[in-house]
Each structure stands twice: as structure tokens, then as C-alpha cells.
């Protein structure tokens, strides 16, 4: 079966979350104008109230709280593999870890999210540690592509800010639907894109033997498996080097200095500063995102213009107009999603890479890097909330640390092996495809157990929730 176009895909996200919304406002508006009292009145609101296990609201959580039990092995289990394979597919796992706390661990969904970006930090920055000493498998740049990263990272950052406002209004339900929508979507689309993927390899590789067993001589012998030592060796670099190359400090800054512009937004909501520090991220996002586009744009002008075929990133698409709104508009869609989830934004961006042409070993490290910097300024705006117990976080970070790193290990040297680079979008097919099950699981008991408390299930006021 053939993958969709680009175009045909994005009609359906886009018709299919049209279609949730304005049922839910049509639902909502129906519903309230009748006089008596119903599920989507505002006179059912019932609190949230903060949930931990063993620990109380009024009494502090301390390290003696967090017991080995039966739960939290399973909880172990599940994050380490849920980190590792999450990270391998550079969409974090936030889908998987959501639900593993709320159901098995017992944590209110709001401190779930809470630790689910705890996990998809530690997980993050020990794959970037990782990927950061590991050469291109083609090229003589860097594995992370930080023109990639510089362009999509304030817009999902932007989108995460606008994501996070979304799920205080938006009903839970909506939230759930929207996200299977999505979720389904991109893992199919994904999962299409490594059988196409999986094909060429296969075909690679067939004519590889050939070429390798049927090698012929002048004297019309065939010379098996003979090799032949390049004119120029290539020379082999150490760790260090390796690691030295793949920095660039000047970039980095860059990112850092936009994770501390969003950070800057950490004031009492609904005050007056508040809505003045919102206001200026939207400006803030597109000057840098601007800037990068222009950059990519002219490069590849500039690149047309002399016949130079060679792409300044790994993106293999032409940097037009039109393919840079596409990317700004997929950037805040993956904010947002990250924002109503709980997760980095990977759900969308590690697909986006792959469809605009980027390799997956570097799609996966890039959309690893830049799911570190969102993930750790949703950890430090959890923490001044004092929204997850510090015991329980540091014990899962840990495991996602570790997760991160021999999850990179072992799908590297499987790549090595097998020499298929498609494992990583199964994978990331895979972890797509499984939080849709686990949040449409999650969502729809919930959505019943609030029907059955006669909860209000309409668009809440962003001031009154908070």
C-alpha cells in the first residue's frame, strides 16, 4: 500500500480536528441553553485535587514514601523500555508514561504529566550525550542538524505555550480524541514510510552481494568477495574528536537563550505581566524562526543558482516559501500536542524529519535534542509548581537516563548489523501507535467516570481554571 501525499494527510488532520472541535462546541452550546441542570453545565465542576501515592496534600512526601512494591518494578519496566525505545524514535514516550503513572502508579493525571517530562528529560539528554559521540553514517558533519533544530525549536516552544493554555480550556474528552486522531495518523503514516523505506533497503542490499560475489576480470574469472583499499584511507577519529566536532557552541547558545525566553514567562496567571510575557513569545518565536528561514531560503537559492545539488541540511526538501510555513505550522502543532500531552513535541516532530527527506539516525538525534531543551523548561516550571514528589522524580529520571543511553546502544549496533536504518521508524511507528491505544484507554474511562460523577464536560474560562 502506497504512503499518502503529504498534501492528502495533512487534509485529514486537519478535517478530522475541525470536526472534534465543532462538535464539542456544538455539544456544548446545545446542552447549556436547556434549564435544567446536565453534564455540561458549570455547576458540576468538580476540583482536581493533587494525588500521590501514599502522600497527602498536607503531608510533605519524602524519600521513606517511595517503597519497592510490585507497581513500581512494573512502573520500572515499563519506563525503562518505554524511555528507550521512545528516545530511539525521537518522540520521547510521553504517551506511554502518562498512563503508567496515572493507572498503575496512581499519580493524578496533572503530576503524571508532571514526571512524564522528568522521564522524557532524563531520557533526552543521556540519548543526546550518546548521539553527540557518534559520527554521520555518511557525511563529515555533525549528527545533530542545529540549522534543523534553530528552525523548529521556538515554534515548538511557542506551541507548547499555546498547548499548555489549551488543555485548561479545552475539555479532557476533546483532548483524548484529538490526540488519537493525531497519533494515528502519524503512526501509520510512519509505518508506511518504513515498509518504503525497508524496500529500498532491501534493494541496496541485493545489489550490494552482487557486486561484492560477481566481480569480474580481465581473464573472465569471477573473484570472490574481493575488496579493494580506497585511494585516500579515511581517517579515524577518537571520542573526543568525534564529540569536539559535533558541538557548536555558538548554536547551542542560540537554543539556550530561547529555552530562557520562554522560562521568563513564570509569573502569576492572568495578571497583567503575565499576559505582557505571553504576548511577546508569539513575537519572539517568529523573529527566530524567521531568521533561519531566511537563512535556508537564500542558501538554497544561492545553491540553485551556481548548480550545486548539495543540501546545507539533511532536509531534502527545497527550502520555498510554502515548505517553510509547512514547517513553522507542524512545529506548533507538535507544541501543542506536547502541551495537551505531557510529552516534548517528538509525536510530530520525529515524523515531520523523516517526511521532508532527513535520515533517521539524525531525525531521531536531532528531534532528541531539541525535545531536551522543551522537556527541561516544562520540568523547571512543574517544579516552582511544586506539581511531582522529588523522590519519585529523581528515581524515574534515573531510569530514563539510563534507558536513553543503552536504547541508543542497542538499536546502533543492531542498525550496524542488520544494516537497516528503517528499525528506527518502525520503532517510532510503534511508540506512535501505542500511546494512542493507552490514551484512548485512559481517556475513555476517564470521560465515562466523569459522566457518571455528572462532571462538567464543556469549554472551561482559562482565568476561572486556573
Not at 188 to 207: D, H, N, Q, V
Not at 247 to 267: C, E, Q, T, Y
Not at 432 to 440: E, K, P
Request: contains cysteine; aromatic residues 12%.
Amino acid at each position: 500500500m502506497p504512503m499518502l501525499p503529504s498534501r492528502v494527510f495533512i487534509a485529514y488532520l486537519v478535517s478530522a480536528f475541525s470536526c472534534a472541535v465543532l462538535s464539542a462546541v456544538f455539544l456544548t452550546n446545545h446542552v447549556s441553553h436547556q434549564n435544567k441542570p446536565s453534564l455540561l453545565t458549570p455547576h458540576h465542576v468538580s476540583a482536581t485535587p493533587r494525588v500521590w501515592p501514599v502522600s497527602t496534600s498536607s503531608q510533605p512526601f519524602s524519600a521513606d514514601d517511595l517503597e519497592p512494591s510490585w507497581k513500581l518494578v512494573l512502573a520500572t519496566v515499563i519506563g525503562f523500555l518505554g524511555s528507550a525505545c521512545g528516545t530511539v524514535g525521537g518522540v520521547g514516550g510521553g504517551g506511554i508514561f502518562v498512563p503508567m503513572l496515572n493507572l498503575l502508579l496512581g499519580f493524578d493525571t496533572k503530576s503524571a504529566a508532571a514526571l512524564s517530562k522528568c522521564m522524557i528529560m532524563g531520557a533526552s539528554a543521556s540519548s543526546v550525550w550518546y548521539n553527540l559521540r557518534v559520527p554521520h553514517p555518511s557525511k563529515e558533519v555533525p549528527i545533530l542538524d542545529y540549522d534543523l533544530a534553530l528552525l523548529f525549536q521556538p515554534m515548538l516552544m511557542l506551541g507548547i505555550t499555546v498547548g499548555v493554555s489549551l488543555s485548561v480550556v479545552f475539555p479532557y474528552w476533546l483532548i483524548t480524541v484529538l490526540i488519537i486522531i493525531l497519533f494515528i495518523g502519524t503512526s501509520s503514516r510512519s509505518f508506511f514510510k518504513g515498509i518504503e523505506m525497508w524496500k529500498e533497503e532491501t534493494l541496496f542490499k541485493r545489489e550490494k552481494v552482487k557486486h561484492q560475489q560477481t566481480l569480474v576480470g580481465e581473464d573472465k574469472t569471477v573473484r570472490i568477495d574481493t575488496k579493494y583499499e580506497p585511494l585516500i584511507p579515511k581517517e579515524e577519529k577518537s571520542a573526543i574528536e568525534i564529540l569536539c566536532f559535533n558541538l557548536r557552541w555558538k548554536r547551542i547558545l542560540v537554543l539556550v537563550a530561547v529555552w530562557a525566553s520562554f522560562l521568563l514567562n513564570d509569573v502569576e496567571a492572568c495578571s497583567a505581566w503575565y499576559w505582557v510575557l505571553f504576548g511577546l513569545q508569539f513575537p519572539i518565536a517568529l523573529m527566530l524562526f524567521g531568521y533561519e528561514a531566511v537563512k535556508l531560503y537564500k542558501e538554497h537559492k544561492s545553491r540553485i543558482s551556481t548548480g550545486n545539488q548539495e543540501c546545507i541540511c539533511e532536509a531534502s526538501i527545497e527550502w520555498t516559501a510554502m515548505n517553510l510555513a509547512f514547517c513553522a505550522l507542524c512545529g506548533i502543532v507538535g507544541g501543542v500536542v506536547g502541551g495537551l500531552l505531557g510529552s516534548g513535541g517528538g509525536f510530530v516532530l520525529g515524523p515531520l524529519l523523516l517526511e521532508i527527506g532527513v535520515i533517521p539516525q539524525v531525525a531521531s538525534a536531532t528531534a532528541t535534542f531539541v525535545m531536551m531543551f522543551s522537556s527541561s523548561l516544562s520540568v523547571v516550571e512543574f517544579y516552582l509548581l511544586k506539581r511531582f514528589p522529588i523522590p519519585y522524580a529523581l528515581y524515574l529520571t534515573l531510569v530514563s537516563v539510563l534507558a536513553g543511553f543503552w536504547g541508543q546502544f542497542f538499536v546502533r549496533r543492531l542498525i550496524a548489523f542488520l544494516g537497516r536504518a528503517s528499525i528506527i521508524v518502525f520503532i517510532l511507528s510503534g511508540v506512535i501507535f501505542a500511546s494512542a491505544l493507552t490514551m484512548g484507554v485512559v481517556g475513555i474511562e476517564s470521560s465515562i467516570q466523569m459522566i457518571n460523577n455528572h462532571e462538567f464536560m464543556g469549554f472551561l474560562g482559562f482565568c476561572s481554571s486556573q
